[in-house]
């Protein structure tokens, strides 16, 4: 099956830096989502964007759909130590009330002391 | 608040015990889905439902079945269990396909020996 290519894999930062990742992709997407993994438990969602050229806020959080429907990111500013866990993208299409949602292989985001 | 509610957190099975994992949600969402996660390949979806009496087959669906017999509930079925099972098995729902995007379960970790 299709799978997003996420990137970075990992990020090692130091508290207070800026944050950004990206996923790519062949197809086109109706929807574009951003979740993140706390160890233990399941993706939460952080941020969803509907529209090609969306860009949206949520807090220090900041996502865009790209143009071409392909592509999108994830920035976070000013990084704190809660921050830390995996991010994954996903990708939805939609037709017809068939669906199919696809997911990124994560971005590990680790904040050393 | 309970959203989605997956049991038991934690299973070890041996190589071909069946076993069911639980599912529910309580927030009368229509689509339910079953995924699995293995490390470094993202969320990949076994079965999914669009509502009670209907499911239908994801990307890994070989080795599991689902029911639907209710809203609330999507128990998923390991018939004979096998070690490329051993995976974590995350739950999700919403409202309808297509709608607003998904909340999941806290995951089932599931080890086959």
């Known amino acids: 099956g299709q799978q997003l290519n996420q990137s970075p894999q990992s990020m090692f930062i130091q508290e207070g830096e800026d944050v950004s990742m990206n996923c790519t992709s062949s197809s086109i997407f109706n929807t574009w989502l951003w979740y993140k993994q706390d160890p233990g438990e399941g993706p939460v969602l952080l941020i969803a964007l509907y529209k090609a050229g969306e860009l949206t806020s949520n807090g220090r959080l900041t996502a865009q759909f790209g143009i071409t429907r392909k592509d999108s990111f994830l920035n976070i500013s000013a990084s704190i130590p809660s921050d830390v866990g995996i991010y994954f993208c996903?990708?939805?299409?939609?037709?017809?009330?068939?669906?199919?949602?696809?997911f990124g292989t994560g971005t590990r985001l680790t904040i050393i002391p | 608040n309970a959203g989605v509610t997956q049991t038991p957190k934690f299973q070890v099975l041996k190589t071909g015990q069946s076993m069911t994992l639980q599912c529910a949600q309580d927030m009368n969402h229509e689509y339910m889905s079953w995924y699995r996660q293995d490390p470094g390949m993202g969320l990949r979806l076994i079965h999914y439902s669009v509502g009670a009496g209907i499911t239908d087959q994801g990307e890994v669906p070989n080795g599991y079945n689902v029911s639907r017999s209710t809203t609330e509930d999507f128990p998923l079925r390991l018939l004979s269990a096998a070690p490329s099972q051993t995976s974590v098995y995350f739950c999700?729902?919403?409202?309808?396909?297509?709608?607003?995007?998904?909340?999941f379960g806290d995951g089932t970790r599931l080890s086959i020996l």
């Open positions: 996903a990708g939805l299409i939609s037709n017809f009330g068939n669906e199919k949602l696809t």
């Open positions: 999700a729902s919403r409202i309808v396909p297509g709608g607003q995007p998904q909340h």
